[in-house]
């Protein structure tokens, strides 16, 4: 079981950010796509360490899922990546919702969603 919670991720649409999003300006929206089933749901605003901020002050923001057992975060890493994927986890390396998780995974991709 260990290891299989990013094999349960499902293949989805790659959509625009929405434009009703305020995207800080470092973060090239034009280039970034992310999951449809991060749109409509929880948006926040972060600065570079995760601390929640206004849409005035964020250099990222994080998509929740609408399972709410993984969110993305969209910032300006490059050349590192520009995207992470969290998946939240349980003991057993169960996806569960964020609030239940012991422990989160992460994965850095490119705008591409490609791995690092």
């Not at 929740?64 to 910032?75: A, E, N, Q, W, Y």
């Not at 995207?83 to 591409?112: C, F, G, M, W």
Request: glycine share 6%; with cysteine; charged share 30%.
């Amino acid at each position: 079981m260990r290891g299989e919670g990013w094999k349960k991720l499902p293949r989805i649409e790659l959509i625009p950010i929405p434009e009703d999003v305020a995207v800080p300006s470092d973060i090239p929206a034009s280039e970034v796509c992310i999951p449809s089933t991060y749109v409509g749901h929880d948006v926040e605003y972060e600065n570079e360490k995760g601390k929640i901020v206004n849409e005035n002050e964020a250099t990222h923001l994080r998509f929740t899922g609408v399972d709410r057992r993984s969110d993305i975060v969209v910032g300006p890493v490059k050349p590192q990546g520009m995207i992470k994927l969290n998946l939240y986890l349980n003991d057993d390396e169960i996806p569960v919702v964020k609030e239940e998780a012991s422990h989160v995974k992460s994965k850095i991709l490119n705008e591409r969603y490609m791995p690092l």
